[in-house]
């Protein structure tokens, strides 16, 4: 069996999370102030096009940071431990 020596990871664990934080703080107050400006400046005022917006704005910051999560949340070693 060919194992080969462990490498320590670029930015371990610790960095990666203040990394990531700093990332989901500005991120989602970009997001909100863009959502915001969105829903006042841009769209009509119709409780249509609310009902539509609203959830979709609320829902949709989730996608792009579930894979962010993931990346800080990821262990140091190759084996998982």
Do not use: C, E, N
């Not at 194992?3 to 991120?27: A, E, H, M, N, S």
């Not at 959830?55 to 894979?67: E, L, Q, R, V």
């Amino acid at each position: 069996m060919d194992t080969q020596p462990y490498k320590p990871p670029f930015l371990p664990i610790g960095v990666r999370k203040l990394l990531g934080t700093i990332i989901i703080l500005v991120g989602l107050t970009a997001y909100t102030l863009a959502a915001v400006w969105l829903a006042v400046d841009v769209l009509p005022d119709h409780w249509a096009v609310q009902l539509i917006f609203y959830p979709i704005a609320g829902i949709a910051w989730a996608f792009p940071t579930k894979p962010l999560i993931d990346w800080m949340q990821r262990p140091d070693s190759l084996d998982g431990q």
